[in-house]
């Protein structure tokens, strides 16, 4: 059973930084790419970034800017969201996202607030 758990959102100020955890199980994880989304209050969910299996090549949104970096550890089965820079826009419910035998599964999600 293919599961995803984010952790690590919570209430931040403007400007302040967040790393953000999905831990994998249920597939091979150091073969998979693993995504990072977002949905923002009233939004559609975006992609906001993603890592190939072994960790050699990642792609952002443009929105990111520099400010966000996607890693993993796969040995512990983990790949973190590390975000700087926070801005309000950036608030909203972020969750993993990967695919295994042709189907998709996501995380519960975890919520990231930020004050202006």
């Known amino acids: 059973q293919v599961q995803l758990v984010e952790s690590g959102g919570g209430y931040v100020q403007a400007g302040e930084s967040l790393t953000l955890s999905c831990t994998g199980s249920?597939?091979?994880?150091?073969?998979?790419?693993l995504y990072w989304y977002r949905q923002g209050p009233g939004k559609e969910r975006e992609r906001v970034g993603l890592?190939?299996?072994?960790?050699?090549?990642?792609k952002y949104a443009d929105f990111v800017n520099g400010r966000f970096t996607i890693s993993r550890d796969n040995a512990k089965r983990t790949t973190y969201l590390h975000m700087t820079d926070l801005q309000p826009e950036d608030a909203g419910v972020y969750y993993c996202h990967t695919k295994w035998v042709g189907f998709p599964y996501w995380g519960p999600g975890t919520q990231v607030i930020v004050s202006s």
């Open positions: 249920g597939f091979r994880f150091s073969s998979n790419v």
């Open positions: 890592m190939n299996g072994d960790g050699s090549n990642t």
